[in-house]
């Protein structure tokens, strides 16, 4: 054997080659984070790499769950979605307690792997109040594809899924930057031709018809009850932004997780028989939000921990800044005050700022009275009104107040003896906008005066009867800044509580699906004459027999308390567009009554120095956010029951047709001859 083959089999022996390798090996590994790290687009299994690396930390998957189940205290409906009473059975039966235990027991191959875990198990609930969302991982980036998808019927009433007619308007605009990459994706004679695929009828999804998909989606999505909204959820849709239209993607051209590296269709172009296979990329986009980093250490560091807003303070000692929540709350609305309480669901992809074609966009100017979230149109039949709401939160409650009286107002000076309300992807705001809104169309009767909304309940546990009496025995709260604050609230005869009133006593005792529970007594109206800035007319602005709410079902917290309590207590009409049309379709989603997250509960808890209380949640170590209901509205027709829990059927599914899809005003006309004609 020559000299040095002995020596290397000397060294081999001894191990000492092998030692040497693996640690030139481990010195040459590649930092998955730093791969994507300065880049604003990446392949999503690039991003998936980054998140995988994370190993689950023990203290902070504990600190999570805690944290979690701790907050689920304070939430409302615990109890009923082990079991949701019909029509809502078959959709929510979660017990998180159990599902926390399983979690608690579980090993997980990544940190990313244990958050897919817990954010899904909160999303099986189909309350987009009560959920979990770690900024580390939720939209850092968004998965995109450029083939936005709706559900169209055709004229024999057959209904198939489509690529969006007008999905390359949407992507050349919003994504020049990485069109190209899918140009170049495209195969054979269709290289090159993105735009040919708008309109094309999909055969097939991942060899399977398209609506397995659909329904494989709605499995995990969240947010709202009905089945028929969460299909509607994966197809694109629209909604007012600010002055103008924004679009949104649908949950099959983007996911706020890396989840997909690609799709494969069958496709049949529009007035073309001929089939085609395609496979198209998705690509991941890195959040404007997201801070930058160059290394996976950086990206912890600055994405991943608790910042200022996560956990609560003791307003005693500190202001209360922006929380984490803001980020994701599907509705602008600042930090809610004593006055404007919020009822707003949060989702772990943030309110879309795409636009809507400008093809597609109203082409009359908005009237006066138009505000951020809301804009006045006046239709070309000369008395056809119409209120394009995509929110009832915005950073002026009074802009928005004296918006809406304004522009109603200018819509019957000009002639409008009609009105549409449209309140597509509406995801809620301000309490008191909503009772407002209720209370200037039909003005003053019994349904709207002292109450335009739902009596409530809260969650009556033994750390939220201490936080009360702690406020009571220490007056902790003069300036009335806390959710407990016995001032902030009415009895059932619409009395307020004093300041020495323990409204949380004595509870209210129930046994919900075989579990004992606790509530607070009827607390009632909230909004009148407090929380109005502005004097109602005296008499009503539309007859409610002309006034029609109109939606994809995504109309959630304040929005659905306005829904509600109009097509109710009201008969207004209301019509979802583009549903299944074999599928009920339910014109609002999650109701609630007040929503918060942990960040406002541990504010409460901080400020009434209950925080090493055995109940009370730690601070969180992510940077994270827990969302919860916690007052719960009274039924209408059962008026014992959560309204949470009760119908909510359309008079009107209207079918989308290649003209009316994401095209408001053809929409709009469209609803006005069917039922305000």
């Given at each position: 054997m020559p000299p040095f083959y002995a020596l290397l089999a000397f060294f081999s022996a001894f191990g000492i080659i092998c030692t040497h390798a693996g640690s030139e090996l481990e010195s040459e590994k590649v930092d998955p984070c730093a791969v994507i790290g300065g880049k604003k687009w990446v392949a999503p299994s690039d991003v998936r790499a980054c998140f995988s690396s994370f190993k689950v930390d023990q203290t902070i998957k504990r600190n999570i769950l805690d944290v979690v189940g701790k907050t689920l205290a304070f939430h409302t409906s615990v109890n009923y979605e082990i079991k949701a009473p019909e029509p809502f059975t078959p959709f929510v039966h979660e017990d998180l307690f159990k599902d926390i235990a399983r979690i608690s027991k579980s090993?997980?191959?990544?940190?990313?792997?244990?958050?897919?875990?817990?954010?899904?198990?909160?999303?099986?609930?189909?309350?987009?109040?009560?959920?979990?969302?770690?900024?580390?991982?939720?939209?850092?980036?968004?998965?995109?594809?450029?083939?936005?998808?709706?559900?169209?019927?055709?004229?024999?009433?057959?209904?198939?899924?489509?690529?969006?007619?007008?999905?390359?308007?949407?992507?050349?605009?919003?994504?020049?930057?990485?069109?190209?990459?899918?140009?170049?994706?495209?195969?054979?004679?269709?290289?090159?031709?993105?735009?040919?695929?708008?309109?094309?009828?999909?055969?097939?999804?991942?060899?399977?018809?398209?609506?397995?998909?659909?329904?494989?989606?709605?499995?995990?999505?969240?947010?709202?009850?009905?089945?028929?909204?969460?299909?509607?959820?994966?197809f694109s849709s629209y909604a007012l932004s600010t002055t103008t239209f924004s679009y949104s993607m649908g949950n099959f051209a983007q996911q706020s997780l890396p989840l997909d590296d690609s799709v494969e269709l069958v496709i049949q172009r529009v007035n073309e028989t001929t089939l085609h296979k395609i496979t198209i990329p998705y690509r991941s986009r890195i959040n404007p939000a997201t801070v930058p980093f160059n290394s996976s250490a950086t990206y912890k560091a600055n994405n991943c921990v608790a910042v200022d807003g996560t956990n609560g303070v003791d307003l005693h000692a500190a202001s209360l800044g922006s929380s984490t929540a803001s980020k994701f709350q599907q509705a602008p609305v600042p930090s809610p005050s004593k006055k404007h309480k919020v009822n707003v669901m949060m989702d772990t992809a943030p309110l879309s700022d795409i636009a809507l074609p400008p093809v597609l966009q109203p082409t009359a100017p908005a009237l006066n009275g138009s505000f951020g979230g809301g804009a006045f149109f006046m239709q070309k039949d000369g008395k056809t009104g119409v209120l394009a709401l995509g929110s009832f939160g915005g950073d002026d409650f009074d802009v928005m107040e004296s918006g809406m009286l304004q522009g109603l107002q200018t819509l019957k000076e000009l002639g409008a003896t009609q009105l549409i309300v449209d309140v597509t992807n509406n995801g809620g705001g301000f309490i008191c906008a909503a009772h407002w809104l209720h209370r200037i169309i039909v003005g003053p009767k019994s349904t709207t005066v002292p109450q335009a909304g739902l009596d409530t309940k809260a969650r009556d546990g033994p750390l939220a009867r201490l936080i009360v009496q702690e406020l009571i025995d220490k007056n902790l709260d003069p300036d009335q800044e806390l959710l407990y604050n016995p001032l902030n609230w009415n009895d059932a005869n619409n009395v307020q509580f004093s300041a020495t009133d323990n409204w949380l006593l004595p509870p209210v005792d129930l046994e919900i699906n075989g579990h004992a529970d606790a509530f607070s007594q009827r607390l009632g109206q909230e909004c009148q004459p407090s929380g109005f800035d502005f004097t109602p007319p005296d008499v009503a602005l539309f007859n409610p027999s002309n006034v029609v709410i109109v939606s994809n079902g995504r109309c959630a917290s304040s929005c659905s308390l306005f829904s509600i309590t109009m097509a109710k207590e009201e008969g207004v009409k209301t019509v979802v567009v583009g549903g299944k049309s074999n599928v009920k379709q339910e014109y609002c989603g999650t109701v609630g009554g007040q929503s918060t997250d942990f960040s406002t509960i541990d504010t409460e808890i901080k400020t009434t120095q209950l925080k090493n209380n055995s109940l009370a949640p730690p601070d969180l170590l992510v940077n994270g956010v827990q969302g919860i209901t916690w007052r719960l509205g009274f039924g209408i027709v059962d008026t014992q029951q959560p309204e949470e829990w009760q119908d909510h059927p359309a008079d009107l599914n209207l079918a989308l047709t290649p003209d009316l899809v994401n095209n408001p005003v053809a929409i709009w006309e469209v609803v006005a001859a069917k039922l305000l004609a």
């Open positions: 090993s997980y191959a990544s940190d990313y792997d244990l958050h897919i875990d817990v954010s899904r198990t909160l999303k099986r609930l189909n309350d987009g109040h009560c959920v979990w969302i770690n900024a580390c991982y939720d939209s850092a980036f968004l998965n995109f594809l450029p083939i936005p998808l709706a559900l169209l019927t055709q004229d024999d009433g057959s209904q198939n899924v489509h690529i969006a007619p007008e999905a390359f308007k949407v992507a050349s605009a919003e994504f020049a930057d990485e069109i190209s990459v899918w140009q170049d994706a495209l195969p054979g004679v269709l290289k090159g031709k993105l735009e040919s695929l708008s309109g094309a009828k999909v055969v097939l999804l991942n060899g399977k018809p398209p609506f397995d998909a659909v329904n494989a989606n709605a499995l995990i999505t969240g947010s709202f009850q009905p089945l028929g909204t969460r299909q509607n959820s994966f």
